[in-house]
């Protein structure tokens, strides 16, 4: 079957091309049936996306040697499903993914503009067609995954730490906000071509974005959390450039829906966004890259190739067109509105932005240092850990209170005695909390503290924006159905604060111990005494493995076994690989983990070196991703209201032409 | 191979009717010309976003007002203008139909303020509500008008 997804995908790099080539010169002379028959190449490109996406699983599934991919990536004893999930394992499946998901999202996008932004859409297939052009290239000329050769006897196997469940969702979700950010940078450089600087791109493509960015958050949450109990280091976030890859169009992003909230309301940041949208799209091309390019070493880079000339060079030509797009419509995109306050709410939007794409850029800055001082010192300088956690305490603290204030500050122009008002509760309630850490010795870390105070302003501030609102509007149900977005964003606030109270108390408040036990030795660990039992050896699926029992108490009573140990894999990609797995308690009473790892063993003396951690409220970092989704779900459900206040704008006009 | 081959043809040849379709349906148009916004409908649509985004900031002034965000002093001095703002661009619109010939429905009135209890009514105002076609983005509903002194004569009334 690898000649029909050959084909399939050729066919795919000429309907993608005739997109481009096509949907251009309809667009520029005018031409509607080119247009048409453009848009329907999309289309179509999407299907035979489809059929070469599932020759590939296919392929997989029936762990078919003659397919070199295959055979580099999954081997007999690999579970099922690992071995379909071995469609992103490698890098031309995740090549092949990108494209399934940017043509799919394409073709959907495209069709439902249709209704509210007709005139646009021929504008837009041809930016589309571009993009979609650069990754079938790369599927046909460059890295295909349909080489065949004579089938081996078994394939070489997965990478170890890639056989998890997490590895099921978090590649596909990443990806999906990844190519996600295409939608509204097609959108918003179709409107800038076309002169159609009016809000159309932003209604068209506002739930795109939304669920992008929902998705790459998702995503890399559920990353972190592979990494957290796969890796086996004790952390989720290592500030890996793979992981800064995706961080960083996810912070573009969420700079864009607040400062878009602006454009929509006041007529303001026009240039902003265009700009904003660029950055989070040529950001998340610099993730693909770096993580299919191998050009850093990174925990990540499972696939690597020489693919960086070609994306660097796409890279650098989307911002030049872009940028100089941008330039050429600068006249259509002022704004004939300005800032009436620096107390307001627009203002606080403005702050936002700045600290977002000041941390994004800094964090871009660390993650290209390495390639920066490969090609001027021949030889690379990493940055580590102190360099981002600088940037994330000066920057994301003040985001984090900007967070609490945000709500509270009027638009256009707050009074002080207004601002004193709203202010009251949220302040009380951080200075209350401030004072209780301090009072019980959690002032230790001033990160810490101040993470935690602001977390209480802004706790304070959101439940004091609902209770005010309920008020006003008598319901809670009523407020939150009149405005979704807000009260939807409200609750993403609320994931995000979760999430910074679960990082902070993780790693301003962790212990580490680390002790070689023989059996029947015992260690102490915050209030935890760990007693190394026994050593055993099992076979699982694939693996060989090996675990320490650990029996675990607390003031004399048993709390639980924990088994941390290594599994040996006879077949991996490079010869037999061993990794940590880890085994870990949740702890009820404080929400956080007791995380073991068996750093070293030896089997002949029984002897293992055992690093512990204890990790208070780690586990609010996973829950506020349920919370993250909801609240988006909330943001993103469709208003019935909103849907024909919009359809009668957009109606008027068609009826006009009619 | 063969068989791959003969579904490879068979998806090629799907793919060119799906994309030769416009032309194959309408060989012989009496227009080829794509849909494009006239000036006068960008004008229109500018006109259109200007009245959505008054209306908008005044739902959300009334809002914040009844929410505690905005001061009594504060609204009083603020309302009029903005309604004066709202009423400009719904009046620009309707100005814009008109000499089209085009109309839009009416369907809400901006709220006046209500004066508190006690207090003397106001003169009634000018009759020249100003009509609201749909319900802007924020609110669905118009929200209860806050009960603050009326200071004189406002916005749609001046």
């Given at each position: 079957?690898?000649?029909?997804?050959?084909?399939?995908?050729l066919?795919?790099?000429?309907?993608?091309?005739?997109?481009?080539?096509?949907g251009a010169?309809?667009?520029?002379?005018?031409?509607?049936?080119?247009?048409?028959?453009?848009?329907n190449?999309?289309?179509?490109?999407f299907?035979?996306?489809?059929?070469?996406?599932?020759?590939l699983?296919?392929?997989?599934?029936?762990?078919d040697f003659?397919?070199?991919?295959?055979?580099?990536?999954?081997?007999?004893?690999?579970?099922?499903?690992?071995?379909?999930?071995a469609?992103?394992?490698?890098?031309?499946?995740?090549?092949?993914?990108?494209?399934?998901?940017?043509?799919?999202?394409?073709?959907?996008?495209?069709?439902?503009?249709?209704?509210?932004?007709?005139?646009?859409?021929p504008?837009v297939?041809?930016?589309?067609?571009?993009?979609?052009?650069?990754?079938a290239?790369?599927?046909?000329?460059?890295?295909s995954?349909?080489?065949?050769?004579?089938?081996?006897?078994?394939?070489?196997?997965m990478?170890p730490s890639?056989?998890?469940?997490y590895?099921?969702?978090?590649?596909p979700?990443?990806?999906?906000?990844?190519?996600?950010?295409?939608v509204?940078?097609?959108?918003?450089?179709g409107?800038?071509?076309s002169?159609?600087t009016?809000?159309?791109?932003?209604?068209v493509?506002?739930?795109?974005?939304?669920?992008?960015?929902?998705?790459?958050?998702?995503?890399?949450?559920?990353?972190?959390?592979?990494?957290?109990?796969?890796?086996?280091?004790?952390g989720?976030?290592?500030?890996?450039?793979?992981?800064?890859?995706?961080?960083?169009?996810?912070?573009?992003?969420?700079?864009?829906?607040?400062?878009?909230?602006?454009?929509?309301?006041?007529?303001?940041?026009?240039?902003?966004?265009?700009?904003?949208?660029?950055?989070?799209?040529c950001?998340?091309?610099?993730?693909t890259?770096?993580?299919?390019s191998?050009v850093?070493?990174?925990i990540?880079?499972?696939a690597?190739?020489?693919?960086?000339?070609?994306?660097?060079?796409?890279?650098?030509?989307?911002?030049?067109?872009?940028?100089?797009?941008?330039?050429?419509?600068?006249?259509?995109?002022?704004?004939?509105?300005?800032l009436?306050?620096?107390?307001s709410?627009?203002?606080?939007?403005?702050?936002?932005n700045?600290?977002?794409?000041a941390?994004?850029?800094?964090i871009l800055?660390?993650?290209?240092?390495?390639i920066?001082?490969?090609a001027?010192?021949?030889?690379?300088?990493?940055i580590s850990?102190p360099?981002y956690?600088?940037f994330?305490?000066?920057?994301?603290?003040p985001?984090l209170?900007l967070?609490?204030?945000?709500?509270?500050?009027?638009?256009?122009?707050?009074s002080?005695?207004?601002?004193?008002?709203?202010?009251?509760?949220?302040?009380?309630?951080a200075?209350?909390?401030?004072?209780?850490?301090?009072?019980?010795g959690?002032?230790?870390?001033?990160?810490?503290l101040l993470?935690?105070?602001f977390s209480a302003?802004?706790a304070?501030s959101?439940?004091?924006?609902?209770?005010?609102?309920?008020?006003?509007?008598?319901?809670?149900?009523?407020?939150?159905?009149?405005?979704?977005?807000?009260?939807?964003g409200?609750?993403?606030?609320?994931?995000v604060?979760?999430?910074?109270?679960g990082v902070?108390?993780?790693?301003a408040?962790?212990t580490?111990?680390e002790?070689?036990?023989?059996?029947?030795q015992s260690?102490?660990?915050?209030?935890?005494?760990?007693?190394?039992?026994?050593?055993?050896?099992?076979?699982?699926?694939?693996?060989?493995?090996?675990?320490?029992?650990?029996?675990v108490?607390?003031?004399?009573?048993?709390?639980?076994?924990?088994?941390?140990g290594?599994?040996?894999?006879?077949?991996?990609?490079?010869g037999?690989?061993?990794?940590?797995?880890?085994?870990?308690?949740h702890d009820?009473?404080?929400?956080g983990?007791?995380?073991?790892?068996?750093?070293q063993?030896?089997?002949?003396?029984?002897?293992?070196?055992?690093?512990?951690l204890?990790?208070?409220?780690?586990?609010l970092?996973?829950a506020?991703?349920?919370?993250f989704?909801?609240?988006?779900?909330v943001a993103?459900?469709?208003?019935?209201?909103?849907?024909?206040?919009l359809?009668q704008?957009?109606?008027?006009?068609?009826?006009?032409?009619? | 191979?063969?068989?791959?081959?003969?579904?490879?043809?068979v998806?090629?040849?799907?793919?060119?009717?799906l994309?030769?379709r416009?032309?194959?349906?309408?060989?012989?148009p009496?227009?080829d010309?794509?849909?494009?916004?006239?000036?006068?409908?960008?004008?229109?649509?500018?006109?259109a976003?200007?009245?959505?985004?008054?209306?908008?900031?005044?739902?959300?002034?009334?809002?914040?007002h009844r929410?505690g965000k905005?001061a009594d002093?504060?609204y009083?001095?603020?309302?009029?203008?903005?309604?004066?703002?709202?009423?400009e661009?719904?009046?620009?619109?309707e100005?814009f139909?008109?000499?089209?010939?085009?109309?839009?429905?009416?369907?809400?009135?901006?709220?006046?303020?209500?004066?508190?209890?006690g207090?003397?009514?106001?003169?009634?105002?000018?009759?020249d509500?100003?009509?609201?076609?749909?319900?802007?983005p924020d609110?669905?509903?118009p929200?209860?008008?806050?009960?603050?002194?009326?200071?004189?004569?406002?916005?749609?009334?001046?």
């Amino acid at each position: 079957m690898a000649p029909l997804g050959r084909a399939a995908l050729l066919l795919t790099f000429g309907l993608v091309l005739y997109a481009l080539v096509a949907g251009a010169i309809g667009a520029r002379q005018r031409r509607r049936r080119l247009a048409l028959s453009a848009r329907n190449a999309l289309y179509a490109a999407f299907g035979t996306t489809v059929v070469a996406a599932l020759v590939l699983l296919a392929a997989l599934a029936r762990r078919d040697f003659s397919f070199a991919y295959v055979a580099e990536h999954t081997n007999r004893d690999l579970a099922g499903g690992y071995a379909l999930s071995a469609f992103w394992g490698g890098q031309e499946g995740s090549l092949l993914l990108w494209l399934l998901i940017l043509t799919g999202y394409a073709s959907v996008a495209v069709w439902l503009a249709g209704r509210t932004a007709k005139e646009l859409v021929p504008w837009v297939v041809p930016v589309f067609g571009a993009v979609a052009t650069f990754f079938a290239f790369m599927l046909v000329f460059v890295s295909s995954p349909f080489h065949t050769q004579p089938a081996p006897a078994d394939g070489a196997g997965m990478v170890p730490s890639l056989q998890n469940p997490y590895m099921l969702a978090h590649p596909p979700l990443l990806y999906l906000g990844y190519v996600g950010l295409t939608v509204p940078f097609a959108f918003a450089m179709g409107a800038l071509l076309s002169k159609q600087t009016d809000e159309r791109w932003i209604v068209v493509t506002r739930r795109w974005t939304l669920a992008a960015w929902t998705f790459l958050g998702v995503g890399q949450l559920l990353g972190a959390h592979w990494a957290y109990v796969e890796i086996g280091w004790g952390g989720y976030y290592a500030w890996d450039p793979v992981e800064n890859a995706a961080l960083m169009p996810w912070l573009a992003a969420t700079a864009f829906l607040h400062s878009v909230m602006m454009q929509e309301k006041r007529g303001m940041l026009k240039v902003w966004n265009a700009i904003l949208v660029s950055l989070a799209f040529c950001l998340s091309i610099f993730g693909t890259f770096l993580t299919r390019s191998g050009v850093i070493n990174s925990i990540h880079s499972f696939a690597q190739s020489p693919l960086g000339g070609w994306f660097l060079g796409f890279i650098v030509v989307t911002v030049v067109v872009s940028a100089a797009l941008i330039r050429l419509r600068l006249p259509l995109l002022r704004s004939r509105t300005t800032l009436e306050s620096l107390v307001s709410r627009e203002a606080t939007f403005l702050y936002n932005n700045l600290l977002l794409v000041a941390f994004c850029l800094t964090i871009l800055w660390g993650t290209m240092w390495p390639i920066l001082t490969q090609a001027v010192r021949a030889e690379p300088s990493t940055i580590s850990k102190p360099y981002y956690n600088f940037f994330l305490h000066s920057f994301g603290l003040p985001l984090l209170l900007l967070m609490g204030i945000g709500p509270l500050v009027a638009w256009r122009r707050a009074s002080l005695r207004a601002v004193g008002r709203t202010f009251l509760v949220p302040f009380a309630a951080a200075v209350a909390t401030g004072g209780a850490l301090l009072a019980v010795g959690l002032g230790s870390s001033l990160p810490g503290l101040l993470a935690y105070t602001f977390s209480a302003f802004v706790a304070a501030s959101i439940v004091y924006e609902f209770v005010r609102g309920t008020r006003a509007t008598g319901s809670l149900m009523r407020l939150v159905a009149r405005n979704r977005r807000r009260y939807g964003g409200y609750l993403v606030h609320a994931a995000v604060l979760m999430l910074a109270i679960g990082v902070a108390g993780s790693s301003a408040y962790q212990t580490v111990r680390e002790r070689g036990l023989k059996p029947g030795q015992s260690m102490e660990v915050a209030g935890y005494t760990l007693t190394y039992e026994s050593l055993g050896t099992r076979d699982v699926r694939n693996a060989q493995a090996i675990r320490a029992v650990v029996d675990v108490s607390r003031n004399g009573s048993h709390v639980t076994t924990l088994t941390p140990g290594k599994n040996t894999y006879p077949v991996a990609p490079g010869g037999p690989q061993t990794s940590n797995e880890v085994s870990i308690y949740h702890d009820p009473r404080n929400l956080g983990d007791l995380f073991t790892i068996a750093d070293q063993i030896d089997a002949k003396s029984g002897t293992v070196f055992l690093k512990v951690l204890v990790k208070p409220l780690v586990n609010l970092i996973w829950a506020a991703g349920f919370l993250f989704v909801f609240g988006a779900l909330v943001a993103m459900w469709p208003d019935a209201v909103e849907q024909r206040r919009l359809a009668q704008r957009y109606a008027a006009a068609a009826a006009a032409r009619a | 191979m063969t068989a791959a081959l003969v579904l490879a043809a068979v998806l090629a040849v799907v793919a060119a009717m799906l994309v030769a379709r416009p032309f194959l349906r309408d060989p012989e148009p009496a227009s080829d010309r794509l849909d494009e916004l006239t000036e006068r409908e960008r004008r229109r649509l500018e006109l259109a976003e200007e009245r959505d985004r008054a209306l908008a900031a005044l739902k959300e002034l009334e809002f914040d007002h009844r929410t505690g965000k905005v001061a009594d002093e504060h609204y009083r001095e603020t309302v009029g203008p903005m309604r004066v703002r709202a009423a400009e661009a719904l009046r620009a619109l309707e100005r814009f139909d008109a000499a089209a010939g085009g109309d839009e429905p009416r369907m809400v009135e901006i709220p006046d303020p209500l004066p508190p209890p006690g207090e003397p009514k106001p003169p009634d105002p000018v009759p020249d509500p100003v009509p609201e076609p749909y319900p802007p983005p924020d609110e669905a509903d118009p929200p209860e008008p806050a009960r603050v002194p009326e200071p004189g004569p406002l916005g749609v009334e001046t």
